[in-house]
């Protein structure tokens, strides 16, 4: 089961940090991932990190501006997301994978365990 917090509305520029708790497994079998929906969107991915935390991935808009990662001992993973824009409006899930990832934009299907979302608002 994973959990997502920290969702929220801020103004443009301003910074938001998600947290996703898992229980009922154990955590560094798994790859974690955010994904996000904007408003009338597709659902879209933006960060993944492996099972040790030493490798990560980005959407090309976040890059930069947004930071995943986790910690193993607390079974959680994060997503520091700063200098929001108003086009990263969306709502947030946290998904766990046991799968390799070479596609990430694609990866979706391969998650095969989602978080409830947390909601996150900036306005300009």
């Known amino acids: 089961q994973l959990v997502e917090s920290g969702g929220g509305s801020v103004q443009a520029e301003g910074s938001l940090r998600l947290s996703c708790t898992a229980s009922g497994d154990t955590f560094t079998n798994y790859a974690m991932a955010w994904f996000r929906r904007p408003p009338g969107q597709e659902r879209e991915f933006v960060a993944a990190?492996?099972?040790?935390?030493?490798?990560?991935h980005y959407l090309h808009s976040v890059k930069g501006r947004f930071t995943i990662s986790r910690d193993n001992a607390k079974n959680t993973v994060s997503l520091q997301m700063n200098t929001l824009k108003p086009e990263d409006t969306a709502v947030y899930y946290c998904a766990a994978t046991v799968f390799s990832i070479t596609d990430y934009e694609s990866s979706a299907p391969l998650f095969g365990i989602w978080g409830q979302g947390t909601q996150v608002t900036v306005s300009s």
């Open positions: 990190i492996n099972l040790s935390g030493s490798d990560t």
